[in-house]
Nanobody, 122 residues
Framework: VQLVESGGGSVAAGGSLTLSCVAS????????MAWFRQAPGKKRELVAG????????EYGDSVQGRFTISQDNAKNTVLLQMNNLQSEDTAMYYC?????????????????WGQGTQVTVS
């Protein structure tokens, strides 16, 4: 499975960005997908996750109400709409996909990872 992220960049505080993750190369669709982020010197943390089909969604506490995850199954794409960005949102953002039974949103549960896209908020 290949995951390719796009949409990162630099934005002023209060601005918005939309990240896109396109999945390919799989024989069966991932069962769940998520966006994680990692800032220098910090642990990788869940930003938002979605179960296959766009049903159950999960958000990190710090982004609740500002970020929205959505999934377009026809286009094999997961989007992350980020509004009211703040300096603390600055990080490398990674798309991840899980193929096994769902056992929570820990990064260890995800089998496939993209290369990441940088988001910088100033």
């Amino acid at each position: 499975v290949q995951l390719v992220e796009s949409g990162g960049g630099s934005v002023a505080a209060g601005g918005s960005l939309t990240l896109s993750c396109v999945a390919s190369g799989y024989t069966s669709s991932p069962k769940y997908m998520a966006w994680f982020r990692q800032a220098p010197g910090k642990k990788r943390e869940l930003v938002a996750g979605v179960m296959s089909g766009g049903g159950r969604k999960e958000y990190g506490d710090s982004v609740q109400g500002r970020f929205t995850i959505s999934q377009d199954n026809a286009k094999n794409t997961v989007l992350l709409q980020m509004n009211n960005l703040q300096s603390e949102d600055t990080a490398m953002y990674y798309c991840a996909a899980g193929a096994g039974p769902f056992c929570g949103w820990s990064p260890r549960r995800f089998n496939f990872w993209g290369q990441g896209t940088q988001v910088t908020v100033s």
